[in-house]
């Protein structure tokens, strides 16, 4: 539970420097930017108060896998402070502009929804996941050490990289992977099993998915958050609704079809 506890304290320091940033110098008010902290107050309390009890859920659930937890309480001593929202917000404007900043915006999957995306496709010990844009690397670590597949998270930012990479080492888990990679140039025909968390996808970016998925062979699944992937080779099989840090979100199901339409 002492992780739980961190988390939550570095979520609420995470929540005092987006509020803190109203009152720095050189800091534009207009008349609306009361309400839009007031605003913003009411929405970090909610959080915090869904992720205390998202927390405390994970750790009861699965606190008969230990190696999972430990390797949680390992990755996370990288994500007291900064946590790995502010890290996502202050290395996303490095690589994108702020106007376009939406495409990295960072969201994380919680071990209830993993487990049971992986469920729901039958995963097996055989299959290679792929965590398109996969953070912190919790998906990939999951895959790996729960269903014993080789798993594999791609994601542009560093540290994230940098940071899973060496805990994947420091733990010795051989089949978790993690490349620092645009998303849209990482080969896939080796993959079964897909994930994307498709939110902030918009008309310029969710063609190049489409044409990276094409890479994917007859009979592999497709997971995607909030919307299923508009492309003629996919079926779509199932939806669900599961939740994630930002809140219950529906997630859609599909499958590359046996016969090129």
């Known amino acids: 539970m002492l992780t739980v506890a961190k988390k939550l304290i570095s979520l609420s320091l995470f929540h005092w420097k987006c509020i803190s940033a109203y009152f720095k110098p050189g800091a534009r008010w207009k008349i609306s930017t009361p309400f839009l902290i007031l605003q913003r107050l009411g929405f970090y309390f909610s959080n915090w108060c869904y992720s205390l009890f998202v927390y405390s859920a994970e750790w009861l659930r699965f606190i008969g896998y230990r190696r999972l937890l430990q390797v949680d309480r390992e990755l996370f001593k990288h994500y007291f402070n900064p946590n790995q929202f502010w890290i996502a917000l202050t290395e996303g404007l490095k690589v994108e502009r702020p106007e376009t900043l939406y495409r990295l915006t960072y969201g994380e999957t919680t071990w209830f929804g993993i487990h049971a995306m992986l469920k729901q496709v039958d995963a097996k010990a055989d299959d ?67 994930f994307v968390t498709a939110n902030c996808y918009d008309q310029q970016t969710m063609p190049l998915l ?38 219950v979100d529906r997630v859609y199901y599909q499958q590359v079809s046996e016969f090129d339409l």
């Open 128 to 194: 290679i996941f792929y965590d398109l844009g996969c953070g912190t690397g919790r998906n990939v670590f999951f895959a790996a050490i729960v269903y014993g597949m080789k798993a594999v998270g791609v994601d542009l930012l560093s540290s994230f990289v940098n940071y899973a990479s060496q805990t994947a080492q420091e733990n010795q888990l051989a089949n978790a992977h993690f490349r620092q990679q645009n998303i849209f140039e990482t080969p896939l025909a080796e993959a079964s099993i897909v």
């Open 210 to 247: 489409v044409k990276r998925l094409e890479d994917l062979k007859p009979g592999a699944h497709v997971i995607s958050t909030h919307r299923s992937i508009p492309s003629p080779r996919l079926k779509q099989v199932h939806n669900q609704l599961l939740p994630f840090s930002w809140g």
